[in-house]
């Protein structure tokens, strides 16, 4: 079943079960009451990434508080995609727009990882995992991503599983087309590399090649910025060999 995008959506942490009276945080309370100005009684839709889309009403709310009483599933629990995003931290703004698209094209894990050229070494992982939730409810998305620690380039493929693929974007790469390479590595478990501003350095594209477990693609005839090849990167792996198919 679709998403329904014309109801509220909001993500919480409790189990849902029909009956369940849920607190929404302080947050979401003011947003509900007072910028949506929901009355008692309004429908919404309430998800935690475990337990599926279920419909809940406001049936208490005040200054300070409001309070959801869950009724009805609406949409059962999907399995969480199989693919996980790999990127270079960017700068603050870009870096929400990147984290945001990588949910709303199917990423299962996000992994930011430092590498040599990396502009921010470890972000902020409650913010990134806020932009997760907020693309997730404004996406109809139930199969909310986990975001792991930042880990440098080195740790992550030392402790890389040999049998999920790793494609990486390479900016030096001989040809303009990915679509062969891709298409050489479907029905396999799959991650995607994208780099920094700059891109990778050469040490690191040369220990990326040599790695038995790494596909090296390009992007095109273009130069493009590293939130631009993340989404790019994302879609051509999800039309090519991905869930669009």
Not at 118 to 135: F, H, K, M, S, Y
Not at 186 to 206: I, K, T
Request: with cysteine; glycine share 6%.
């Amino acid at each position: 079943m679709r998403a329904n995008y014309k109801m509220q959506r909001l993500f919480v942490e409790a189990d849902l079960s029909a009956g369940t009276v849920l607190s929404a945080s302080p947050e979401q309370a003011h947003y509900l009451t007072n910028v949506l100005r929901l009355a008692e009684g309004a429908e919404l839709l309430v998800f935690n990434g475990r337990h599926g889309e279920w419909l809940a009403r406001i049936s208490a709310r005040s200054k300070k508080g409001a309070q959801l009483t869950v009724a009805e599933p609406t949409r059962q629990q999907p399995p969480m995609p199989d693919l996980i995003y790999c990127f270079a931290p960017l700068k603050q703004g870009r870096l929400d727009y990147l984290v945001q698209k990588a949910v709303e094209m199917g990423a299962g894990v996000l992994q930011p990882v430092a590498t040599q050229h990396t502009q921010v070494a470890r972000p902020g992982i409650e913010r990134l995992r806020a932009n997760v939730v907020e693309a997730a409810e404004q996406c109809g998305i139930l199969a909310v991503p986990t975001v792991r620690e930042s880990v440098k380039l080195d740790h992550l493929l030392a402790e890389w599983d040999a049998s999920r693929r790793l494609v990486f974007c390479d900016e030096d790469a001989s040809t303009n087309n990915p679509v062969p390479a891709l298409r050489a590595i479907a029905e396999q478990h799959l991650a995607l590399l994208v780099g920094p501003e700059g891109g990778f350095s050469n040490e690191e594209r040369r220990q990326l090649r040599a790695l038995p477990f790494v596909t090296a693609i390009p992007l095109g005839p273009r130069i493009l910025r590293a939130d631009t090849a993340a989404v790019a990167a994302l879609a051509l792996i999800q039309a090519t060999i991905g869930d669009w198919r």
